[in-house]
Every structure is written in structure tokens, then in C-alpha cells.
């Protein structure tokens, strides 16, 4: 990879690399994606660990709820049920966080699935809240109802979807005046295709750079590889849609991709 003074070079050939990137066989592009979802669960990872340790410490606290219930000299055992009762379904919800964690970590070929692409934006926000949170960004949904199946590998497309919010908050934790809003929608286009959506209140696009925003190495991130939204996209080109991004009214960016419906 070439330095990033080399970027900014005139004489740097970005066709030639993106021509490069495109003939980059499936293996190598499955190598990248899962580097690039590692790299994002580092990014992640005080977020997870909270994920992990609230419903523990539930479970923990119903179990001794439980047990004071059954050691009294007559045992309540409603009380006693509800609490156990609490302690399945926060072991559930630890399980659940554990193989959403797990599916983003494994290095498996793309799977293709008939799913309901709220649920699994819904999966990928709740990964985030943390890190949303920390960085006082106020996120809100808009997820249109009866959306039909759409048809893919739910761990790349939960990828896009992941790369696009943690992207809306770095680029909002700089900005010091106005609000850090973030809103997730989804849609459907003319054509029927399901829509995602990701806006942002943050410094925006600038224009002279909207083209290149999808180049494979170009960022404008200090710290940034350059292969994140260029992953997403070829992500959901293989998924038969498409990725864009547009300018957010007042400010921020508005980053859509469509995928197909099944």
C-alpha cells in the first residue's frame, strides 16, 4: 500500500488501482471483507464487551433474587419462577449477542438466505449503542413495515450496514456545534428494490471527493485504509444493488444502498 502522501500525488494512477481491486479474485476479496469485519469489531469492542456483561450481570442478580425467594421459611415459588424465568431470557440474549459476534468473526464463503433486512439492521444498531452513545449521537429508526424478503448473505450485508454507522459516527464525533443526529430507514425504490438508509448530521461529503469515496485505498480518514466502503460496495454489487452517497440537507451525508427483492 502506498503511503498516504502518495495519495495526494498527482502523478498516483487511482484508475489503474481500482482496475487492480477489480480483478482481485473472490478468495483475496473474502480475505479483505473479513479483515475489514475484524477491524470494525476492534473498533467495537467496549461496545461488545457492555453488550456481554449487562445481561450476565442480570442473570446473576435474578439468580440471587431466585434464591431468596426459595430459601424463605416458606418458599415463594412465583417469585421464585419469574426470576429463573429472567435469568433464560438473559442468558438467551447473551447467546443471541454471542452468534451475531461470532457470524461477523467466522471466515466463511458467502451464504445465501431469504431475510428480513430490519431484523438484521436492528442487530447491527444494537452492536452499536455503546459506541453511539459515547460519542453522544442521538440515533433514530424509521424502518418501513411489510418490507418483503430479500435475498443474500446476512453477514455481509449486516457488514455494509455496520461499516456505514460506525462511518456517520466517527465523522460526527467532530463536530462540536449542532446536534449528532443519526437516522437508519429502510424503503422500498420504484422498482421494488428494498432500500437502507443511513443519515447523518455530520460535516458531510465534500464534492469534489464524492467520486472517489468507493476507490479501493482512497480515505479521508487520517488513520483510515481506504477498503471499507470500497468492500461495501462490491458487497452489495454482488447482491445485485447498489451503493451511493448523497448530501444530507442541512448538513451531513446520506449514504443508500438497494438490494433486490427475493
Known sequence: MQASSDRHDPEYNHAEISRAIASIDTVT???????????????LAASITHEMKQPIAAAVTNAMAG?????????????????FDRIVRDGNRASNTLGRIRALIRKAPPQTDRLEINEAILEVIELTCRETTKN????????????PLIEGDRVQLQQVALNLIINAVEAMSGVSAGARELLVSTGRTETGDVRVTVRDSGPGVDPDSVNRLFEAFYTTK?????IGLAICRSIVEAHGGRLWVETNQPQGAVFQFTVPAA
Open 222 to 226: 487520517p488513520s483510515g485504509t481506504g
Open 136 to 147: 453522544a449521537v442521538s440515533v433514530r429508526t424509521d424502518l418501513a413495515d411489510g418490507l
Open 67 to 83: 434464591l431468596h425467594w426459595l430459601d424463605r421459611p416458606r418458599p415463594d415459588l412465583d417469585r421464585a419462577r419469574a426470576a
Open 29 to 43: 476479496m473474502m480475505e479483505l471483507s473479513h479483515e475489514n469485519r475484524l477491524a470494525t469489531l476492534g473498533y
